[in-house]
């Protein structure tokens, strides 16, 4: 099994920046690919972006791309979320997750097996 936990959520004004963390344990040699995903009120879960353990390979929603920056501390077994220029339209719930093969659609969800509990961001003025 793998375990999730997201850090570093809050509150933020409108083009402020939040960093937020995933930080993974248990059976981690078993997991490819991090990505993030998030989910408003009413909304469907998006995907975010996702980051390769191996290689560093990234992708992102195409919205958001130059914005939020995906990172990746090996020794720590850690993925980061940067997040810059935030507008209140990414208030959301934002979830990590871990799947297993490398191959295939990082952005969609349900190739991720692991899921971590989620953490708020809030963005108003």
């Known amino acids: 099994q793998v375990q999730l936990v997201e850090t570093g959520g809050g509150a933020v004004q409108p083009g402020g920046s939040l960093r937020l963390s995933c930080a993974a344990s248990g059976s981690i040699f078993s997991i490819s690919v991090m990505g993030w995903f998030r989910q408003a009120p009413g909304k469907e879960r998006e995907f975010v972006g996702a980051i390769s353990w191996s290689d560093s390979k990234t992708t992102y929603a195409g919205s958001l791309k130059g914005r939020f920056t995906i990172s990746r501390d090996n020794a720590k077994n850690t993925v980061h979320l940067q997040m810059n220029s935030l507008k209140p339209e990414d208030t959301a719930i934002y979830y990590c997750?871990?799947?297993?093969?490398?191959?295939?659609?990082?952005?969609?969800?349900?190739?991720?097996?692991?899921w971590g509990q989620g953490t708020q961001v809030t963005v108003s003025s």
């Open positions: 997750a871990g799947r297993l093969m490398y191959g295939g659609v990082w952005s969609a969800s349900s190739n991720y097996p692991y």
